[in-house]
Structures are given as structure tokens and as C-alpha cells.
């Protein structure tokens, strides 16, 4: 029998915008995580969906609501948005 347990790691649900949305075919995505950089967040969600790796490297990723460096340390559980370019008219 399978037992799900959230102390063995946990799942981070990110919110996805604009174009990154319409590539990954979803506004939420949740992933695996267990804790890292943003720049592993980075590595994992072009894992999971990799038709949004080339506009991932150039989105912003929102931790708690506050732009979050690569080196920035993401918990499990946290609140993530990711925010394409926005291409100007």
C-alpha cells in the first residue's frame, strides 16, 4: 500500500502568467519540491514542462510576493509566481 506523506517533501504550487501560462497549458502548477534555490526552482519546472524552459530563463520568480534572486532559498509550501516579459506594444 502507498502512503502519501507530506514530511518527506513536499509539493510547491506556482503560478504561472501570460505566455508562460499558454505553454504550460495551465495558470497552477504543482511540482515535486523539497526545498532549494530559485535556480533549482528553475532546473525543476523545465524539467516537469520543458516547452517553457527558453521563456522561463527570462521570467521573474515572486516568492512570498517579493522578486526572488536565483540564490534565493525556496521552501516547501511556498507562495511562487512566475512572471514572463512582458513584450511591449
Known amino acids: 500500500m502507498h502512503h ?3 514530511s518527506a517533501g513536499g509539493q ?6 501570460a505566455g508562460l501560462a499558454e505553454l ?5 502548477l504543482d511540482i515535486p519540491w523539497a526545498g532549494g534555490s530559485v535556480g533549482d ?5 523545465a ?3 520543458p516547452a517553457v524552459a527558453g521563456l522561463l ?3 521573474a520568480i515572486a516568492v512570498g510576493g517579493r522578486y526572488a ?5 525556496v521552501q516547501a509550501g511556498a507562495d511562487v509566481a512566475i512572471l514572463p516579459p ?3 506594444g
Open 4 to 6: 502519501a506523506s507530506s
Open 12 to 17: 510547491l504550487r506556482l503560478a504561472l502568467f
Open 24 to 28: 504550460a497549458g495551465t495558470r497552477a
Open 41 to 45: 526552482l528553475r532546473q525543476a519546472i
Open 47 to 49: 524539467a516537469a514542462r
Open 57 to 59: 530563463e527570462r521570467s
Open 69 to 73: 534572486d536565483d540564490d534565493a532559498i
Open 86 to 88: 512582458v513584450s511591449g
